[in-house]
């Protein structure tokens, strides 16, 4: 199933299945990835199991090129004393950054991404929340810019936030991809105010969460309209995976037109 979904930038979106232009990579004028948004639990699964290994051989089934990743441990005493992103760093040989939310257990909880390119520069930007501090992890490579972050379940505080990230977006002319847990469904109207500034990618995708009987799509990867691409193709899909933590991972193939 095909259909161009156009506000500033024409998409062409397919639901199902993937593409074999997975291993391409930038060229002239056009650049490719493959992004992947997973919520992982502190590395537990739907059995309770402290198990982050499990999470790093879906990452590696897939092999993306980022990995937006929400809800990770660091050296907190509920994964006794373990680097989540830094154990899955390892299993996917690919570089880290961690964003810090709040202080937990004695360390950190936060938001992560992994990546086969190292960041030329890391942004940790504030975002609302009273309850829980929240945060946007902007990671820049070379062509192209990868946010991530996991949005407060406070509907106002999530509007807030969408209009920072609508700021933090607008201040490159690269390709700025916004990928995470939003605590949103695609008709809310947190949703609807991101989608008047960027384009998500995963609309069709079947729901996240919970991973065992998904009902709930409130996870997403969507590209900013700002002018860096004059065209894009996607191709998604939700990885059926109900056993690894508490959501279902998502990933898109992207390509991109460039404007040089």
């Not at 916004?178 to 947190?190: E, F, I, Y």
């Not at 998604?236 to 690894?244: D, F, H, R, S, W």
């Amino acid at each position: 199933m095909k259909h161009l979904i156009s506000l500033l930038l024409p998409v062409l979106f397919t639901a199902a299945g993937t593409t074999a232009a997975a291993a391409e990579r930038t060229t002239a004028d056009t650049l490719h990835r493959r992004i992947m948004t997973y919520n992982v639990r502190h590395g537990e699964g739907m059995d309770h199991r402290l198990a982050p290994e499990r999470q790093a051989a879906v990452i590696n089934r897939l092999t993306p090129d980022a990995v937006a990743l929400q809800e990770l441990d660091s050296v907190t005493s509920r994964v006794k004393g373990r680097d989540i992103l830094g154990e899955l760093a390892q299993a996917t040989q690919m570089h880290a950054t961690f964003a810090r939310a709040i202080p937990y257990g004695g360390g950190s909880y936060g938001i992560g991404i992994l990546s086969r390119e190292k960041p030329l520069a890391v942004r940790r930007v504030p975002l609302p929340g009273r309850d829980e501090a929240r945060v946007l992890l902007v990671a820049e490579f070379e062509e192209w810019c990868l946010a991530c972050t996991h949005l407060s379940l406070d509907e106002d505080e999530q509007i807030a936030s969408a209009d920072i990230i609508r700021q933090e977006a607008a201040r490159t002319a690269k390709p700025f991809i916004l990928a995470g847990d939003w605590n949103a469904q695609p008709d809310s109207p947190t949703v609807k105010r991101l989608d008047t500034y960027f384009v998500r990618l995963n609309d069709g995708c079947s729901p996240t969460w919970p991973a065992d009987r998904p009902t709930d799509y409130i996870d997403h990867i969507a590209l900013a309209n700002n002018g860096a691409a004059k065209e894009a193709d996607a191709t998604g899909k939700t990885v059926n995976e109900p056993l690894a933590s508490d959501h279902r991972p998502l990933y898109i193939d992207l390509r991109l037109w460039l404007n040089r």
